[in-house]
C-alpha cells in the first residue's frame, strides 16, 4: 500500500507545480479553470484510458474491467487513465475516511499501467455523498494518483481536454430529487454556477489552437440508452462546442459503450459508462447518426497524435468491439 501510494508521488508534485505556474500565464479570461500539463510521449503520442461509472467495491464486473484495463494500459503504455464520473456508488464517498475510497478504487485498479494520473470528474452520484471529500487533495495521501476536480483542462502537445462538471446543468436534481439529497455546496445557486462555467468553457475553448479538442463530462449528450440525451446540455453545451470546433465528447452515466457521430458538425460522441454494473436493456433511436452501441461493461483508449486520433472501445474481456479513427492535414514545412 505504502509503495503504491509512493511511486506517483513526484508526478503529483508536477502537476501542482504546473498549476502554480499556470495560474500566473493563462489569459485572465479563462483563468478560472485550473489548467495541468501533461508530458507527451517522444514519439509525439499519447494515449489514455477513459472509464465511467465504476465504483463498486469490485462487484457487477468492476474488478473484471479493471483487470482489462490494466492488460491494455500495459500494450499502450498509457499516459493517463480519466474517470467520467459516477466514482462511488451509490452515493458517492461520507467523508475523506471513508474506506469506500480505497475499496473501490486503490484496491481495484491495481495493474502497474494504471499507476498513473487519474483525472476524475463528478457524476451525479458523486453529489449525493459528501462532494467536498471526493474533491479534498487528502485523498492524495491515501492515493497520490486520484486528482477530482468540478472543470479544469489538461493540455498536451498534442490535445487539449476540457473537463466540465454537468450534473449542476440538470434541473430534475434540484427541483425534484425525491429521496435523494445533493451536495450543492460551493455550486449554488445553479444558474449562476452554470452560465460562469459556460463562459469559462467558451472563452478557454475559443483560444485554443489545439489541433484535437477534446470535451469530457458525466452526462450524455446524445445516448440511445436509459438515460437519453441530456436536454440541458443539448440545448446549452452542444453550441459552444459546435461553434470552437469540438471534435470529441467523452462522457459516462449510461451503463454501456456508445458511437453517436452529429449530423451538423464533425462532434464523435462518445460513451464510456461501463465500469460496473450494466446491460439496463434499453435502447431508443437517436437524432444522430448511431455508430455502434455496447450494452454492457467495457471502457475506451484514446491514441493521439498531432495528426492522428483513434479511439477503441473494448468490452469486459477485453476485446476491442469497435474502433475509430481520424485525421488532420499539417502541412509540416510552413
Ligand atoms: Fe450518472
Redesign the pocket.
Known amino acids: 500500500m505504502f509503495a503504491r501510494s509512493m511511486a506517483p508521488l513526484g508526478g503529483l508534485f508536477l502537476v501542482l507545480l504546473v498549476v502554480a505556474m499556470a495560474s500566473s500565464t493563462v489569459p485572465f479570461s479563462s483563468a478560472a479553470l485550473p489548467r495541468f500539463e501533461q508530458p507527451i510521449k517522444s514519439d509525439g503520442s499519447l494515449s489514455l484510458l477513459a472509464v465511467g ?1 465504476w465504483g463498486r467495491n469490485g462487484t457487477f464486473n468492476q474488478s473484471r474491467v479493471a483487470f482489462q484495463m490494466g492488460r491494455i494500459g500495459d500494450d499502450l503504455d498509457v499516459d493517463f487513465v480519466v474517470s467520467l ?2 466514482n462511488f456508488y451509490e452515493d458517492g464517498l461520507t467523508g475523506v475516511d471513508d474506506k469506500f475510497f480505497e475499496e473501490s478504487f486503490t484496491s481495484i485498479y491495481t495493474a502497474k499501467s494504471l499507476q498513473k494520473q487519474w483525472y476524475a470528474i463528478l ?3 458523486d453529489y449525493r455523498g459528501d462532494v467536498l471529500a471526493q474533491l479534498d487533495p487528502a485523498l492524495r495521501e491515501i492515493d497520490s494518483r486520484w486528482l477530482c476536480m468540478r472543470s479544469f483542462i489538461v493540455d498536451t502537445e498534442v490535445a487539449q481536454l476540457f473537463f466540465v462538471d454537468t450534473t449542476p446543468f440538470v434541473k430534475k436534481y434540484w427541483k425534484t430529487p425525491n429521496k435523494h439529497h445533493y451536495d450543492w455546496r460551493e455550486v449554488a445557486p445553479r444558474e449562476k454556477y452554470v452560465s460562469n462555467l459556460l463562459k469559462e468553457l467558451d472563452s478557454a475553448l475559443s483560444e485554443s489552437t489545439a489541433t484535437w479538442k477534446i470535451v469530457l463530462g ?2 450524455t449528450m446524445r445516448s440511445v440508452s436509459d438515460h437519453g440525451d441530456t436536454e440541458e446540455l443539448v440545448e446549452r453545451l452542444l453550441p459552444i462546442l459546435e461553434a470552437n470546433g469540438v471534435d470529441l465528447y467523452v462522457n ?2 449510461d451503463h454501456c459503450l456508445e458511437h453517436i457521430s452529429s449530423n451538423d458538425s464533425p462532434i464523435q460522441f462518445i460513451t464510456s459508462g461501463g465500469g460496473s454494473k450494466a446491460w439496463r436493456g434499453v435502447f431508443d433511436p437517436t437524432v444522430d447518426k448511431l455508430q455502434f452501441f455496447y450494452d454492457g461493461q467495457g471502457f475506451i483508449s484514446l491514441q493521439l497524435t498531432k495528426s492522428q486520433a483513434k479511439i477503441v472501445f473494448y468490452d469486459v474481456f477485453g476485446t476491442v468491439v469497435h474502433q475509430w479513427s481520424a485525421a488532420k492535414n499539417f502541412n509540416f514545412f510552413m
Do not use: K
Request: overall charge negative; proline content about 0%.
Open positions: 461509472d464520473g459516477d457524476g451525479n452520484h458525466h452526462h459516462g452515466h
